[in-house]
């Protein structure tokens, strides 16, 4: 299923519009925080909605094309543009920016466009229907518009988009206002190419600049998949020696260790494979001291830590400690909590296990253990604002996002962001596709969320989600 690899260009382009203010929300499983914002169309002058792209008709003697202007500068440490592949310029999942950006290429020509930078990039509210944009002799209905404004810079003319849902407006006024409110967009999402083989409950692992996906339930419990962010494209490669779910996976001197797992009969494994991409081979190492799946792993100072998991029995606390020089096991002090189905990162060498549940997901947790690998203690941090398990993590410049996940009502498309230095959480701009067993893996400012299941339980997918932070 591999894609030939497309032109990747530097396209300048700013965040999701369903962007959550920087304040923790609870959404309901499968639903958005309910902090985000709406999308509200707006209204034509006179009466119905504009179309997805809108280019008001101008006062005579206003030029129709769009001409330099000054505009007022960028939210004080706004962060910069960001540069977008081909791949992930069409992926992009919400429709307004779409919109704006093919109304753009429309306008300057495809091959010209790729040139362009966007120089604004912001959620705001206007102060009415008019977004800042207004018609001289027309009347907007007075109440507050909220929205996005994107700025395009080309060839020395701008062009100012004024976004409301699945609406562009290309403003070409005179007269401008600016909004009541306003604040820097945090990231975007896009869809990539999907995953060759269906599946969810899936370990994931990057090394290299290539992202793995191994196992899973269904057809995918052998199944080793490569991606490639620079080509968008995958690629089959050894298939693990046994089918596992529900496994944890790490990279670590040149190598991916699979760790654990259940088998096809739900039957915890101790099984630990090596996988060396430069041979496209396994080998089998020491056994995992504890039998368990739904277990997570991370690594510090390049030892390797299995947390919690589900044996045969129940839940466990268990961390044990790998490595992998000398191919031997060791316990370490256990979580305050035992849970499975958890996610777990690692920043600045302290190990972050958040979410999980006992035994079913009618009984999920908010938990976030810290542990410290050099003194063997485990501190408890704020906790995970809305309660799941079944998550995926990911860590981009020190902060923690959290995915998915599901419960006894549904899947969810939470996306929160957990900042270790201030011990605080904040709601992010939700997963395109709800989601559980889902995988995740960071390259730069990208996260890849990858798999999952639709609904509850036994459920797969084959998605290929980029969350794109905008630093």
Request: aromatic letters at 8%; hydrophobic letters at 35%.
């Amino acid at each position: 299923m591999a894609a030939t690899r497309p032109f990747i260009f530097p396209f300048l382009v700013a965040l999701f519009i369903a962007c959550a203010p920087e304040s923790a929300a609870t959404p309901l499983p499968g639903g958005t925080p309910t902090s985000s914002i709406a999308a509200t169309p707006t209204p034509t002058p006179g009466g119905g909605d504009r179309p997805a792209t809108f280019t008001p008709p101008l006062s005579p003697g206003v030029s129709t094309t769009p001409t330099p202007i000054t505009t007022p500068a960028p939210t004080p440490g706004a962060p910069p543009p960001l540069a977008l592949a081909e791949a992930e310029w069409r992926g992009l999942t919400q429709a307004g920016i779409k919109a704006a950006l093919e109304d753009l290429q429309r306008l300057s020509g495809a091959e010209e466009t790729r040139q362009s930078q966007i120089v604004r990039a912001e959620q705001v509210t206007w102060r009415d229907g008019s977004l800042g944009c207004p018609e001289p002799g027309k009347f907007y209905t007075q109440a507050l518009a909220p929205g996005f404004w994107l700025v395009f810079a080309h060839q020395g003319q701008e062009f100012d988009y004024r976004i409301a849902g699945s609406q562009a407006l290309l403003c070409t006024q005179q007269q401008r206002t600016e909004p009541l409110e306003r604040q820097p967009l945090t990231g975007l999402w896009s869809r990539l190419a999907p995953l060759p083989t269906s599946r969810s409950e899936v370990a994931v692992a990057e090394l290299n600049g290539k992202i793995y996906v191994l196992g899973g339930f269904g057809p995918g419990a052998t199944a080793n998949e490569e991606y490639d962010p620079l080509t968008n494209s995958w690629r089959p490669r050894a298939p693990i020696p046994q089918g596992l779910d529900h496994a944890a996976a790490v990279a670590v001197g040149g190598r991916i260790y699979l760790i654990g797992g259940f088998d096809s009969q739900l039957r915890p494994v101790n099984k630990v494979y090596a996988y060396d991409p430069q041979t496209d081979t396994w080998s089998q190492r020491a056994a995992l001291p504890t039998r368990r799946g739904a277990l997570a792993a991370g690594v510090v100072d390049g030892k390797i830590y299995a947390i919690g998991g589900r044996t045969a029995e129940d839940d466990v606390a268990t961390t044990e400690e790998y490595d992998p020089a000398s191919d031997n096991w060791r316990p370490r002090a256990p979580m305050p909590t035992r849970r499975d189905h958890i996610a777990l990162s690692v920043v600045k060498g302290k190990i972050y296990v958040i979410g999980g549940r006992l035994g079913g997901f009618d009984r999920n947790l908010a938990d976030n253990e810290e542990y410290d690998p050099r003194t063997d203690t485990w501190v408890k941090k704020a906790p995970l604002p809305t309660p799941r398990s079944g998550i995926a993590a990911a860590v981009v410049d020190d902060k923690i996002y959290v995915f998915g996940g599901e419960a006894v009502e549904g899947t969810f498309n939470t996306n929160e962001r957990y900042d270790p230095d201030s011990d605080a959480w904040v709601a992010m701009p939700p997963l395109p596709t709800a989601r559980h067993g889902l995988g995740a893996a960071a390259l730069g400012n990208r996260i890849y969320v990858l798999a999952g299941g639709a609904t509850p339980g036994g459920s797969d997918s084959a998605h290929n989600e980029v969350f794109i932070v905008r630093r």
